[in-house]
């Protein structure tokens, strides 16, 4: 379950992350009236902002009309799979290619000697 569900069915606005690119890292601050700013870049020049869901599209048209912003668009948060189930068998699958790795590496130091 999602953190979003979770806020919806507790009443909650369901909030999503827009991820802004700036000609500048001056501009950081203007963007303070489209959404709560969590994370700020100077050097690769973007801006994470928190909006509610239902607004997010019409926020993107908004902040791409802007003439100090290069590009906005959604994050990709909401697509990446948390649940546990999923992540032990991703970790068990890199455990065992890593592992016969390790082996192939052993067998061709051996035919080396």
């Known amino acids: ?45 973007y801006c994470v902002i928190y909006v509610n869901k239902a607004e997010a599209d019409h926020k993107i048209t908004e902040l791409e009309r802007l003439g100090f912003v290069l590009k906005a668009e959604k994050s990709n948060t909401e697509d990446v799979n948390l649940d546990s189930s999923y992540i032990e068998a991703q970790i068990t699958q890199m455990a065992a290619a890593a592992e016969a790795k390790l082996a192939e590496n052993d067998r061709n130091l051996g035919e080396q000697a």
């Open 1 to 45: 379950m999602s953190i979003n569900t979770e806020l919806g069915e507790n009443g909650f606005a369901e909030r999503t992350a827009l991820i802004v690119y700036l000609r500048t890292s001056s501009d950081q601050f203007r963007l303070r009236s489209f959404g709560d700013i969590v994370y700020f870049s100077k050097k690769l020049g």
